[in-house]
């Protein structure tokens, strides 16, 4: 055995070496020595570290072949979410994308854009500290993911330590964030592999990624061979960069990959020429993508255009045309929803659509089968396009030979247990199932609840909150917190140690959120967006009920909520049974938490501002999205809630109303000083 210092010393330069070679070999696909060299080199590494375990180090290489199982995953708030994108599906929505960006920075221009391929994986964000990585996360719901560092220390072509970029800093703290993806042929072996093994086969390579990123063991992740493509980073303005031109060149001085195929391009109509370009030669790629992303090039302008709920004003989504495929379809099932909707769902035989095995989909409503003409025993165009729902196109009638059969909505509750007569309302597209009782839409409305778009209980899915319900156990949401661990082991299924773990979820979701809660709630019209407004604007939740009160005035005042979002709040906190059961959460210690502090910290937090008039140097828009950004709310008609009155050009009534009311009122130059201060 070498001595310490030996050792230690042999390690520094070992370390130096195989990140250099991992760096030539991975990343720019240009090794110096082969592969026998390089693992002699990695079986030194390890032995050393083996022999003084005590040398070990966080960026050695070592840590790419995995380590100690973890319990669980941890949580943890990405310090800017990872948004999605909006979806662009030819030419003429990217050229509608630019004339609206061009609307809303109130410019003529020519905007010019980064055109990235959009691989098909999973997004995940890298933190470096002083250049070295320090934790990885999933992408999770957005706001929080996943901690899933040791996984992805596994990935050869993600650095553990940054490279120094000629003459530009490392930056103390960056985000970087990425696609992790299989290429197609180590998918193809990986499947290989498993049907000689008897395991269950992965549907696609995206499945397959997945799969073997949410490993507790890091050690079966490192026998994938995964590989990774940087696109961005979390805070953009922390670089010496002005574009994401720069952004990526960065990246790769700083070890990262970057997908070749990004391009940039100094107009719109170029970068829809590369997106047929990239569809061209789409079939031929190692890897999958379904599309390619569009992003404004200039920083500045991307810092203007900022965000919507869920995605960024200045990059589109462009997705490859649909993949389609005919089979037949066989039967029709009809599906009670949370609301009490009965939806018709198509049965198919299986069939493959772009990588896809489908054998069911939805045909939305009465109205959708009339108009399409579908019937039991037609052959059926099926398409699906990227990560969309698959949907039936149309009927393939030159196949009927006389025994399809027309498809009736059926007149009563299709649920054993309920039989209520359905009822169409005029004007509206769904059957409905108007029995609340009905026990299929409170299996769904509580599955809601404990799921994804709700309280997300984990271990407590759709099934278990039907097993609880058919079992008597849990009729409606208090009786979920009244459950013990043995009710619960009791369940087909179920052994001591699930039930215990679940009884811990469902105990630590009394800790959850204002917004969170209001969108378990599954109130109509109510998704997580209006959740959001709903949470921002009203405190707590005894507030959200007093403001619905019989009427929807103040639900209406909120900018973004509409008629229908606020007539059915209204109706749903009016009904007794929903304020006892929300009485009786209140009693079992379930009091979500208004939304972060962090919005009283931001500058506008506490103003209401109503525009009147038009701006010249920037849209309405935009003017809106930059108040909102800063935590202020805007008004859409003149009320006691309002705090400042913006006036542009030709300022109406409005003015002299305000006045009267005194609030404050401010010129364009007021307003753009007052947001440029802040
Ligand atoms: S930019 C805020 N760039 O697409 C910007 N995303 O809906 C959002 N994706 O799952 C991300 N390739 O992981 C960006 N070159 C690329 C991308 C890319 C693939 C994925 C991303 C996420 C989804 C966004």
Same mark, same amino acid.
């Given at each position: 055995m070498p001595s310490r210092e030996t050792a230690k010393e042999r390690l520094v330069t070992l370390r130096e070496e195989l990140n250099l070679h991992a760096h030539r070999y #991975?990343?720019?696909?240009?090794? !110096? &020595?082969?592969d026998g060299e390089y693992d002699l080199l990695f079986q030194e590494l390890l032995t050393l570290e083996e022999q003084?375990?005590? !040398?070990?180090?966080?960026?050695?290489?070592?840590?790419r072949v995995g380590g100690a199982p973890l319990p669980q995953f941890e949580t943890v708030e990405h310090r800017f979410p990872m948004l999605s994108l909006e979806n662009a599906f030819n030419d003429d929505h990217l050229r509608d994308f630019e004339a609206r960006l061009q609307r809303f920075l109130k410019t003529q221009t020519t905007l010019s854009f980064m055109a990235e391929p959009k691989l098909d994986g999973l997004a995940v964000e890298i933190i470096y500290e002083q250049g070295l990585m320090t934790m990885g996360l999933t992408r999770g719901d957005g706001k929080h993911g996943e901690t899933i560092t040791n996984n992805l220390q596994t &990935? %050869?072509? &993600?650095?553990?330590k940054l490279c120094q970029p000629a003459g530009k800093p490392i930056p103390a703290r960056i985000e970087v964030r990425g696609e992790v993806f299989l290429a197609i042929q180590s998918f193809q072996e990986l499947n290989e592999n498993r049907q000689r093994e008897g395991e269950p086969l992965f549907a696609n390579p995206r499945n397959a990624a997945a799969g073997s990123l949410r490993q507790l063991d890091s050690t079966i992740t490192a026998q994938r061979p995964l590989d990774f493509f940087a696109y961005g *980073?979390?805070?953009?303005?922390? !670089?010496?960069?002005?574009s994401q031109t720069e952004i990526l060149q960065y990246l790769g001085e700083l070890g990262f990959k970057i997908n070749p195929l990004a391009k940039y391009c100094p107009d719109i109509s170029t970068t829809i020429a590369h997106f047929h370009a990239l569809a061209a030669q789409r079939d031929n790629l190692p890897y999958e993508i379904d599309g390619m992303v569009v992003k404004v090039d200039d920083l500045s302008l991307q810092q203007r255009l900022g965000n919507k709920a869920r995605s960024p004003r200045w990059a589109i989504a462009a997705k490859f045309p649909a993949s389609q495929a005919t089979t037949r379809l066989t039967d029709i099932i009809f599906s009670i929803g949370r609301t009490g909707a009965v939806t018709p769902v198509a049965v198919l035989e299986p069939v493959n659509v772009g990588g896809v095995m489908v054998s069911r989909a939805t045909l939305h409503n009465e109205d959708e089968i009339k108009r399409k003409d579908l019937r039991v025993g037609d052959t059926v165009l099926i398409q699906r396009a990227g990560d969309v729902i698959p949907e039936v *196109?149309?009927?393939?009638?030159?196949?009927?030979?006389? =025994?399809e059969k027309t498809i009736q909505m059926p007149?009563? +509750?299709?649920e054993p247990e309920c039989r209520h007569p359905l009822l169409r309302v005029s004007g509206e597209s769904a059957t409905r +199932?108007?029995?609340?009782? +009905?026990p299929a839409q409170r299996v769904r409305a509580l599955s809601h609840f404990t799921g994804k778009a709700g309280l997300?209980?984990?271990?407590?899915?759709a099934k278990g909150v039907g097993q609880l319900m058919a079992s008597g156990? *849990?009729?409606?949401?208090?009786?979920l917190y009244h459950l013990q661990a043995d009710d619960l082991a %009791?369940?087909? @299924?179920?052994g001591n140690k699930s039930a215990e773990k679940t009884l811990i979820a469902i105990n630590n979701s009394?800790? =959850? $959120?204002l917004a969170k809660f209001i969108a378990a709630? /599954? &109130?109509? #019209? *109510? /998704?997580e967006v209006t959740a959001d407004l709903l949470a921002s604007s009203f405190s707590s939740l005894e507030q959200l009920l007093a403001a619905s009160k019989d009427s929807t005035d103040l639900l209406l005042?909120?900018? @973004?909520?509409?008629e229908q979002a606020a007539a059915s709040t209204r109706d749903y906190f009016n009904d007794p049974a929903v304020q006892e059961m929300l009485h009786q959460l209140t009693l079992l210690g379930l009091t979500p938490l208004p939304p972060t502090q962090e919005s009283e910290k931001?500058? !506008?937090?506490d103003k209401v501002m109503l525009f009147t008039g038009s701006l010249t140097s920037f849209s309405r828009n935009e003017a809106k999205a930059r108040v909102k950004a800063m935590g202020g709310q805007v008004a859409s008609s003149l009320s006691k809630k309002v705090t400042h009155l913006v006036c542009g050009e030709?300022? $109406?009534s409005k003015l002299k109303k305000a006045q009267a009311l005194g609030i404050t009122i401010l010129n364009e130059e007021e307003f753009t000083d007052l947001i440029a201060t802040h």
């Open positions: #991975y990343v720019q696909d240009a090794p !110096l &020595i082969s003084f375990p005590e !040398l070990q180090t966080p960026d050695s290489p070592s840590r &990935i %050869a072509s &993600i650095p553990s *980073v979390g805070d953009p303005t922390a !670089l010496p960069c002005a *196109v149309k009927p393939i009638p030159e196949n009927r030979d006389g =025994t007149e009563h +509750c299709p +199932c108007p029995n609340p009782h +009905c997300d209980i984990e271990g407590l899915g156990l *849990v009729k409606d949401i208090p009786d %009791a369940l087909d @299924g179920w009394k800790k =959850t $959120g709630l /599954g &109130i109509r #019209y *109510v /998704g005042e909120i900018e @973004g909520i509409g931001q500058p !506008l937090h030709k300022a $109406g």
